[in-house]
């Protein structure tokens, strides 16, 4: 078939997606939805689906955790504690010999915590890293079980609750509460050139205040990572309402000053079962006010399925404009979005202008496949459940 013939198939197979995908996508009166109905939704009743990881040469990935087997450490097995901090870190670079190490109670030494090796950190219940970042450079690396109460962010930790920049790196079992200064940049994970990335079961709480100025704000970023895995996560973004920055090379996530998520030429993304929120917690003066919840560009063979999207705006008023997009996707080439549900609401709008989108695809976005989906948008200006731009 001729790619023109090819095109104007695609065209009419996603009109019929647009047609039978969408409910209840306006309402007059936002006063009379209970978002609580769209944002403590339950798997229970989803059967279990075993996940076929191309990253992990086609075996089933077992996300399973055994807390049981973390608390059994051996007499030779290094237990660090504020007490012993010192004797394993230089300027916050790991230079012990373990391979394995156990974090137990309280931190706050006012510095990064540097892995350049292969290691597995595990925390004991009750640890707590108040202000230190932790920057995984070495392969092979495993985090679980670790809680980050974060306030700070500057370039020698690249502006992350926790960087990645090496392959087959898991965190599993994470709490990062990270409220990043006024006018900051900052992120909640980093995950740059970083292959088989794998979160799990972890949870992310983002307040972002980059209310002036191109500084960017995302509860988690993965960029030029392949084969990526996110799982069972909560990812809670409390950001401001901000222009698109249009000076940047298009389209790129760099456009984009505050996401919840943003996933950037990152190939065979599997993302799956995670509860993502974007809440606007500032209407800002910007022109233009603008949030994405996940914004996905030039990544291809990518999953999205068994989601909750829920992106919420209470603080631009009835009259006035904002302009919000959950599942944002551009030029890009086979990706699947199924069984999500995803909701969008404000009382911003006016007219024809403002814009509440469930979904919007702007191409070139080639074998794009979406099915089976809750789409809801709540607005008093264009309310669409797809969106969808085609260009060669």
């Known amino acids: 078939m001729k790619f023109k013939d090819k095109k104007v198939l695609f065209c009419l197979m996603l009109f019929f997606l647009i047609i039978i995908s969408i409910s209840n996508v306006s309402a007059n009166n936002l006063n009379d939805v209970n978002i609580d109905n769209f944002t403590s939704i339950s798997y229970d009743s989803i059967d279990a689906i075993e996940y076929d990881v191309e990253s992990d040469g086609n075996q089933i990935f077992d996300n399973s955790l055994n807390h049981e087997d973390l608390l059994e450490i051996g007499d030779d097995d290094v237990i660090i504690t504020s007490d012993n901090f010192g004797s394993y870190f230089n300027d916050g670079i790991y230079n012990g010999t373990e391979d394995t190490i156990y974090f137990e109670g309280n931190f706050s030494e006012n510095t990064n915590l540097v892995f350049n090796n292969p290691i597995n950190i595990i925390g004991l219940n009750g640890n707590n890293f108040y202000d230190m970042p932790f920057k995984i450079n070495g392969n092979n690396s495993n ?67 980059n209310k002036i100025g191109l500084i960017y704000n995302y509860g988690l970023k993965i960029k030029n990572s392949h084969y990526a895995f996110i799982y069972n996560n909560i990812i809670n973004a409390s950001l401001p309402l901000r222009a698109v920055d249009f000076s940047k090379p298009f ?142």
């Open 251 to 392: 389209p790129s996530t760099d456009t984009d000053l505050v996401l919840s998520i943003g996933v950037q030429s990152s190939n065979y993304l599997n993302f799956i079962r995670n509860n993502v929120y974007a809440i606007v917690n500032d209407a800002g003066s910007d022109f233009y006010p603008t949030l994405d919840c996940f914004m996905m560009v030039d990544s291809n063979n990518s999953f999205i399925d068994y989601n909750n999207f829920t992106e919420i705006d209470t603080f631009t008023p009835s009259g006035s404009v904002d302009y919000l997009y959950v599942i944002d996707i551009y030029k890009l080439q086979n990706a699947t979005i199924s069984n999500n549900n995803v909701l969008v609401t404000t009382l911003g709008g006016a007219g024809g202008n403002g814009t509440a989108y469930p979904i919007q695809i702007t191409g070139l976005a080639v074998d794009i496949l979406i099915c089976d989906n809750n789409l809801t948008a709540l607005c008093n200006g264009p309310c669409l459940g797809i969106y969808s731009v085609l260009s060669s």
């Open 143 to 209: 985090m679980t079980n670790i809680n980050l109460v974060l306030s700070n962010s500057d370039i020698s930790h690249n502006y992350a609750g926790i960087y990645v920049s090496s392959g087959n790196v898991k965190l599993d079992n994470l709490k990062i509460n990270f409220t990043v200064p006024l006018n900051t940049e900052g992120y909640g994970i980093f995950v740059d050139n970083a292959n088989n990335f794998k979160l799990l079961n972890s949870n992310i709480q983002f307040i972002g205040n």
